[in-house]
T-cell receptor, first 112, second 118 residues
């Protein structure tokens, strides 16, 4: 299994500001994934983060809006930049281990 | 391109009744398939997975699912619903040929909210 923690667990932010979400895994993993779950919606993959290289973004997501860092094999950050109310979502990081995907508890973001 | 369709955004059953949550997938290759559960204000928990072994997969909390290639389905069942089963359930698919990450890039269905009535 994998134990994943995220900070903050929730936040309320003003539009136009940025928020950085941290994800910490209990042991080393090659890839970390960031997902978004908009209110009442399913999960959508934002990007895949490998250590030592730029993140790979899915269609509809860009680095300027969602910059990602992956400084080591147990940690990653996702920044939601220049926020608007449409960015209000739960952001989850996940890792793959043993052909299973484990998810963090999520960061609930509300943009006012 | 892969996709997942969950039939029924809300399912309501009585306690003790059969639970059936439907999931159909579209994939050009035999996929890996997963069911996750999300309790209110909690993260996702893996219920079970299909990764090309046995077609009938047993998971946690008494749930099971059967992979039917001919029907491109992976429906989730539980013989007897419990009040604690009330949650959001997500079906997800990944491409086993996705490179170094076999299961990391998941495509999720829209989710089904299960309500269990006393």
């Amino acid at each position: 299994s994998a134990v994943i923690s995220q900070k903050p667990s929730r936040d309320i932010c003003q539009r136009g500001t940025s928020l950085t979400i941290q994800c910490q895994v209990d042991s080393q993993v090659t890839m970390m994934f960031w997902y978004r779950q908009q209110p009442g919606q399913s999960l959508t993959l934002i990007a895949t983060a490998n250590q030592g290289s730029e993140a790979t973004y899915e269609s509809g997501f860009v680095i300027d809006k969602f910059p990602i860092s992956r400084p080591n094999l147990t940690f990653s950050t996702l920044t939601v930049s220049n926020m608007s109310p449409e960015d209000s979502s739960i952001y989850l990081c996940s890792v793959e281990r043993g052909m299973e995907q484990y998810f963090g508890p999520g960061t609930r973001l509300t943009v006012t | 391109a892969q996709s997942v369709t969950q039939l029924g955004s809300h399912v309501s059953v009585s306690e003790g009744a059969l639970v059936l949550l439907r999931c159909n997938y579209s994939s050009s290759v035999p996929p890996y398939l997963f069911w996750y559960v999300q309790y209110p204000n909690q993260g996702l928990q893996l219920l079970l997975k299909y990764t090309s072994a046995a077609t009938l997969v047993k998971g946690i909390n008494g749930f099971e699912a059967e992979f039917k290639k001919s029907e491109t389905s992976f429906h989730l069942t539980k013989p007897s619903a419990h009040m604690s089963d009330a949650a959001e359930y997500f079906c997800a698919v990944s491409d086993p040929n996705a490179g170094s990450s076999n299961t990391g890039k998941l495509i999720f269905g829209q989710g089904t909210t299960l309500q269990v009535k006393p």
